[in-house]
C-alpha cells in the first residue's frame, strides 16, 4: 500500500489560491480574536472555579440562580464530562474561604436531596494570574524568535526563517481564533488558559518539524538539480516529501483524537487544539511555507537588481 | 554493520538504565497492592515491619502529579512591604514610607518590576538626598548612616532571600507537624513559595496552617471611660456627614457607620459587625479625621471568634480597644501546649515562658491587677481575660478556640516558629482523590488504544519494516518511563497528553527512514544500498525536525507552572528516546534481520 506516490501536485505554482484561502481564514480569525476578544480563563484572569460532583443530575440554570443571589454576581455554570457534575466559575469579592463555604452551604441548602461536594477547586489570585499571563506571553514570543534564529542558522538564509514563522504564526492565530470564536458553543471549555497555551506551543513545535522536513529536501534537491528554477525544486522537494507528512500527520492526528474522545474532561481542550493545531500546520507546511519563502526570495532578486530569478542560496 | 557492537552496547546500557529505576515503582506498586490486601492488625503490623522498605521505595518511584493522586497545591506570596516596614526603624508610623512602599507595589505589580528596586527608585525620585540608611542599620550587613542606597537595596534584598528560605523551613515544619507523605515545597522567584501536598483534602485547614504568621503578641486594654467617649464623638461625626438630614432620628439612620456596625461602649468592647461588613467598618474608622478622635495609643482590633449570633443567623465580631504598646511577643513562649479548659472543658492551648518572659509576665500582671490583657494572634483578639492575681510561674493560655483541631493546629504554628512576614495565597489548586483516579484511567487507556492504532497501521503500512518501528516504540515507552524516574521529575495529566503526542510523532523518524529508503529503492538501488542511504540521507530532516520541537518543548518548560512543566518534560524525554530508538534500534534489527539475506526485511 502507498500514498502519494510519485505525487506530482502543482502546490508551488498555486500558491496564490493558497494565499487567498489562508488570508481569509486568517483575517476570520483575527476578526473574531478582535470582535470577541480572548477568553480567558481562570488562570489568566483571575477567580475561583469549582468542580461539584452531585449525587443526581444537577439541574445547571437552577444551581446557577441560586448561587447568584447567595454570591452577589452571577457565576459560570456548566456541565462538566457528566450530567451530575458541574463546573463552577465566578469572580465573587471575598476571600477564598468565604467564596467556598458559600457556594457549599448554599448548594446544600438549595438541593437537600441531591448532596453536593466539590471535588476539584482552582484559585488565582488577580496578581498572580498576571503573573502567569506574562508568562504565557513571553514563551509564545521566545519560540517565534528561537525557531527563527534556529532555521536561519541551519539554513543561512532569512527567507526560510521568514516563511516557517509565518507559517507558525499562520497556525497559532488560527487555532487561537477558532477557539476564540467557538468559546461557549461547544460542550467544553475553551477558554485560553495555561495547557492551551501549552498546545499552542506544541503545535509551534509540530508545524515547524513538517515545514523543516521540506525545507531540507529543497536544500538537498539544491544541490541534485542545480539548473532547475527554484519553483520547481520546491515543488517537487513538497511532493516528495508528500507522503511522509501526511503519514506522520496521520498517525499523530489519529492518537490526539483518542484523546480527545477518550482522554477524559481535563484534556478535552488541550487535545482539541492539538486536532487543530496539526490540521492547519500541516496545510501550512504544504502550501504556505516554501511559497512564501520562494515569493520572498524572488522579491529581493527584482529589488536587488538580479536579472535571473532566485537561486540556490541555500547551503 | 560495522560499528554496530557500539549501538548494541549503548542499547543494552540504556535499557539497564531504564528498567532499573522503573522496577521501583514495579515494586512499590505490588507492595502497595499487597499491603491494601490485609486489613486491620496485620495491615499496620505488616507496614510497621518494612516501614524502611516502603519509604526507600517511595523515594524513587515514578512521581504521580497532584492532578493524578489528588492533593493540594498552593503558591504563596511573602508580604515584601510588610516586611520592608517591619524592617524599617518606626516603619509603620513614618508616611513617607508606608506611602512609598504601597505606592512602590503598585507600580511593581503594574511592570511586573522588582518591588524593592522600585521602592529605591520612588524613594529617591521624592528626594534625591534622602538616605535610605536613615530606616535601615544593621551592624552584621555594615549598613550604617553612611551607607549609599544602593548598599542599602542590597541588604534588602538579602533580607528578602532570608526571610523567603526562613518561611520555608517554618512552612516545612508545620506540615511535617501536621504530617503529609511527601510534601514538596520550592522557591518561586524573588518572594513566591510553591506548595505541593499530595493526598490533603481538607483545604481550609491547611490554609490556615500556611498563612499564619504566628505573630504572638499581648496588649493591654484601652480605658472604657476613653472608649466610650470617643465612640460617642465618632457617631456624631458620621451623623453630621450626612448633610440633608433634618433631626438626629433621620440622621441615625442615614449614618454610614451605623448601617454596617453595632455600638457597644461596654468596658473594652467598641461595637460589633459581621464579617462581611468589618472590612467596610476599618474603613470608614480608618478615616484620618475619625482617627483622631480616638484614645491616644489605642487601636481597635477584631476578636477572632464572633461574639454572638444575631436573629437573621449572622455572626457578629467584636472590636476589641487595645493599647498599642506590645508588652510581650511569642518569643518569650517556651512550649504550647493543646488542653481542656478545667470548668468548660472547651479547648485551649497553654503556654509557658521562658526565664525573662516570665518575670516581665509576672511584672505586667501584677501591675494590672482586675483589668484585662489582650492575647492577640496575627492582628486578631483570641481572648482578652481579666487578671486575677500575679502570674509568677510565666504560664498563660490562650482560649476562645472552636475545636481541638484548631488548638492543635494553633499549638503546631506557635511551636514552629513565627513568618518573618504573613504570607498571602496566590494560587491554590485541590484535586479530590476520585477525580485524580479517573483521569489515570482515561489517560491511560487512550495512550495503550492511540499505541495500537499507530502500531498497526506501521505494520500495514511498512510490513517488516513497520513492525520493527513498533518494536522500536515499545522501547521508546520504555525509556520515557524511565528518563522520568531516574530524573525525578513527575507524571502529570497533560504529561499523559505528551506521551500520546510522542507516540504519534515518534514513528515520524522511521517514517522518514522508510519513505527515503522506499525512494531509494525506486530509484534503483539495491536493498543494502537502499537502506544505507536511506538512514544516512534522511538524518538531517530527522534532526533539524526534532531539534526544533526540543526547543519548543524546553520554552515550554521554562515558563510554564506545574502540571504544564509535566507536559513539557514528557515532550522533551520523548524526543530524545525517539530519536535514539528510531535511528539506533530499529538500524540494529534492520542489520541483524538482513545479515544473511537481504530479502528478510520489506518497506511495503
Known amino acids: 500500500m502507498r500514498i502519494f506516490e510519485n505525487a506530482n501536485i502543482n502546490f508551488i505554482g498555486n500558491r496564490k489560491l493558497w494565499y487567498l484561502i489562508s488570508g481569509t481564514v486568517f483575517l476570520t480569525a483575527v476578526l473574531g480574536i478582535a470582535i470577541r476578544g480572548l477568553q480567558y480563563g481562570v488562570d489568566f484572569k483571575g477567580g475561583q472555579e469549582f468542580v461539584v460532583q452531585f449525587q443526581k443530575t444537577a439541574n445547571v440554570t437552577k444551581v446557577r440562580d441560586v448561587l447568584t443571589k447567595s454570591l452577589k454576581s452571577q457565576p459560570e455554570v456548566k456541565q462538566y464530562g457528566s450530567k451530575t457534575m458541574l463546573l463552577i466559575r465566578t469572580e465573587a469579592k471575598g476571600t477564598q474561604t468565604d467564596v467556598e463555604d458559600n457556594i457549599n452551604n448554599t448548594l446544600k441548602q438549595s438541593f437537600p436531596d441531591n448532596q453536593a461536594n466539590i471535588v476539584n477547586s482552582y484559585i488565582v489570585g488577580p496578581r498572580f494570574a498576571d503573573t502567569l499571563k506574562r508568562g504565557a506571553l513571553y514563551s509564545c514570543i521566545t519560540a517565534v524568535f528561537v525557531i527563527f534564529i534556529y532555521v536561519w542558522l541551519r539554513f543561512r538564509n532569512w527567507e526560510y526563517s521568514t516563511g516557517a514563522v509565518v507559517a507558525l504564526v499562520h497556525d497559532v492565530t488560527i487555532t487561537l481564533g477558532l477557539f476564540t470564536i467557538l468559546d461557549h458553543h461547544l460542550p467544553f471549555s475553551m477558554d485560553l488558559d495555561e495547557s492551551l497555551i501549552a498546545a499552542l506551543l506544541t503545535i509551534f513545535g509540530y508545524s515547524i518539524n513538517d515545514t523543516v522536513v521540506v525545507f531540507d529536501r529543497i536544500r538537498e534537491n539544491l544541490h541534485l538539480f542545480k539548473t532547475e528554477p527554484l519553483d520547481e525544486i520546491m515543488n517537487k522537494s513538497v511532493n516528495q516529501t508528500l507522503s511522509r507528512t501526511i503519514i506522520t500527520s496521520g498517525t499523530t492526528l489519529f492518537v490526539v483524537l483518542v484523546l480527545f474522545i477518550f482522554g477524559g474532561e481535563v484534556l478535552k481542550d488541550l487535545s482539541f487544539a492539538l486536532l487543530i493545531g496539526i490540521v492547519v500546520g500541516t496545510y501550512s507546511s504544504i502550501f504556505i511555507a516554501s511559497a512564501i519563502a520562494l515569493d520572498l526570495q524572488n522579491w529581493r532578486a527584482s529589488t536587488y537588481g538580479k536579472t535571473k530569478k532566485a537561486k540556490a542560496s541555500v547551503r | ?604
Open chain 2, 1 to 604: 554493520m560495522k560499528g554496530n557492537g557500539v549501538k548494541i552496547g549503548f542499547t543494552i546500557a540504556f535499557l539497564a538504565i531504564a528498567i532499573y529505576y522503573l522496577q521501583f515503582s514495579v515494586r512499590y506498586w505490588l507492595l502497595e497492592k499487597h499491603v491494601n490486601s490485609l486489613s486491620g492488625n496485620t495491615k499496620t503490623e505488616y507496614v510497621k515491619q518494612n516501614q524502611k522498605e516502603i519509604s526507600n521505595l517511595r523515594d524513587r518511584i515514578l512521581n504521580l502529579g497532584l492532578d493524578l493522586q489528588g492533593g493540594m497545591h498552593v503558591t504563596l506570596q511573602l508580604d515584601t512591604p510588610r516586611l520592608l516596614i517591619d524592617l524599617a526603624r518606626e516603619g509603620g508610623k513614618d508616611t513617607l514610607l508606608t506611602n512609598t512602599v504601597n505606592k512602590a507595589e503598585t507600580i511593581a505589580d503594574k511592570n511586573n518590576t522588582d518591588f524593592i528596586d522600585e521602592f529605591v527608585n520612588l524613594f529617591e525620585a521624592k528626594d534625591p538626598n534622602a538616605r535610605l540608611s536613615r530606616y535601615y542599620r544593621s551592624e552584621a550587613d555594615n549598613i550604617t548612616r553612611r551607607s549609599t542606597n544602593a548598599e542599602v537595596a542590597a541588604y534588602l534584598k538579602k533580607q528578602r532571600d532570608s526571610a523567603v528560605q526562613r518561611a520555608i523551613q517554618i512552612i516545612r515544619t508545620r506540615i511535617d507537624r501536621f504530617g503529609v507523605n511527601e510534601p514538596n515545597i520550592v522557591k518561586q522567584g524573588h518572594n513566591r513559595i510553591a506548595v505541593e501536598l499530595p493526598g490533603v483534602q481538607d483545604d481550609q485547614r491547611v490554609r490556615n496552617l500556611l498563612k499564619g504568621t504566628a505573630r504572638l503578641e499581648f496588649h493591654l486594654c484601652a480605658e472604657p471611660a476613653e472608649l466610650q467617649s470617643s465612640l460617642k464623638q465618632i457617631i456624631t461625626y458620621f451623623n453630621k456627614q450626612d448633610s440633608s438630614a433634618a433631626n438626629d432620628t433621620v440622621a441615625a439612620r442615614n449614618n454610614p457607620l451605623l448601617k454596617v456596625f453595632v455600638p457597644q461602649g461596654q468596658s473594652v468592647i467598641f461595637g460589633s459587625a459581621t464579617a462581611q461588613d468589618s472590612a467596610k467598618v476599618d474603613s470608614l474608622l480608618g478615616l484620618s479625621a475619625v482617627r483622631t478622635m480616638l484614645p491616644r495609643n489605642v487601636e481597635l482590633m477584631w476578636t477572632a471568634k464572633p461574639s454572638f449570633t444575631s436573629k437573621d443567623g449572622n455572626k457578629y465580631y467584636n472590636l476589641i480597644g487595645v493599647r498599642d504598646q506590645v508588652e510581650l511577643t511569642g518569643d518569650v513562649i517556651e512550649e504550647a501546649r493543646p488542653e481542656f479548659d478545667r470548668y468548660t472543658n472547651a479547648p485551649e492551648v497553654s503556654m509557658t515562658m521562658d526565664r525573662e518572659g516570665a518575670r516581665k509576665w509576672s511584672r505586667l500582671t501584677g501591675a494590672n491587677i482586675n483589668k484585662p490583657i489582650a492575647i492577640v494572634l496575627d492582628g486578631l483578639v483570641y481572648t482578652y481575660p481579666r487578671v486575677i492575681t500575679k502570674i509568677n510561674d510565666g504560664r498563660s493560655s490562650i482560649t476562645g478556640l472552636s475545636s481541638t483541631q484548631e488548638a492543635e493546629d494553633l499549638v503546631n504554628i506557635l511551636m514552629s516558629g513565627a513568618l518573618p512576614a504573613p504570607l498571602q495565597i496566590v494560587e491554590q489548586r485541590t484535586v479530590g482523590p476520585s477525580l485524580g483516579e479517573a483521569s489515570i484511567h482515561s489517560g491511560f487507556n487512550s495512550t495503550i488504544m492511540g499505541l495500537l492504532i499507530v502500531a498497526i497501521f506501521m505494520i500495514l503500512y511498512y510490513h517488516k519494516g513497520g513492525s520493527i518501528a513498533d518494536l522500536a516504540l515499545m522501547f521508546n515507552i520504555l525509556f520515557i518511563l524511565g528518563i522520568m524516574a531516574a530524573f525525578k521529575a513527575t507524571l502529570t495529566l497533560p504529561g499523559i497528553a505528551g506521551i500520546v503526542l510522542t507516540i504519534g510523532m515518534a514513528v515520524d523518524a522511521n517514517v522518514l527512514i522508510f519513505e527515503r529508503i522506499r525512494e531509494e529503492l525506486n530509484a534503483g538501488k539495491s536493498m543494502r544500498a537502499a537502506i544505507d542511504s536511506g538512514y544516512a540521507n534522511a538524518m538531517s530532516a530527522i534532526i533539524d525536525s526534532n531539534i526544533t520541537t526540543f526547543l519548543t518543548g524546553a520554552i515550554l518548560y521554562s515558563f510554564g507552572s506545574g502540571p504544564i512543566k509535566g507536559f513539557a518534560v514528557t515532550l522533551m524525554a520523548g524526543i530524545v528516546s525517539s530519536l535514539f530508538t528510531a535511528i539506533i534500534i530499529t538500524r540494529i534489527v534492520v542489520d541483524y534481520l538482513t545479515r544473511d539475506k537481504v530479502t528478510a526485511v520489506s518497506f511495503g
